[in-house]
């Protein structure tokens, strides 16, 4: 319900033009909500409802269906969340660099 909601937010926010400088979402490094957090946020709450439909089981279960001890599904599941991470804080920066008028960068 949160993603859902947090991505209604991002969407009002994106469709009016409202200057919203930082998501919040990462503590102090800013992340200025943008299409593609509007998109993870979606893709979260969808994943997130299939797995309430589904019982989902828990993490042990998953891991004992997974060769190789689940080492590969781990690596798999830090590497999306580093990307998801970098996706929405250092992908987002320099969208809204580009988009920041000249000489309005930090310092100026």
């Given at each position: 319900g949160f993603y859902a909601a947090f991505a209604g937010f991002v969407a009002l926010a994106l469709a009016r033009r409202a200057p919203v400088a930082d998501c919040g979402c990462f503590g102090a490094r800013q992340s200025p909500p943008t299409a593609l957090h509007l998109v993870l946020n979606l893709a979260a709450a969808a994943v997130a409802a299939a797995v309430a439909a589904g019982g989902g089981g828990n993490l042990a279960a998953a891991?004992?269906?997974?060769?190789?001890?689940?080492?590969?599904?781990?690596?798999?599941?830090?590497?999306?969340?580093a990307l998801?991470?970098?996706v929405l804080?250092?992908?987002?920066?320099?969208?809204?660099?580009?988009?920041?008028?000249?000489g309005a960068g930090p310092g100026n």
């Open positions: 891991m004992r269906g997974q060769p190789l001890a689940g080492v590969p599904f781990l690596l798999l599941a830090a590497t999306a969340t998801a991470w970098a804080t250092v992908l987002a920066q320099a969208i809204a660099a580009s988009r920041a008028p000249a």
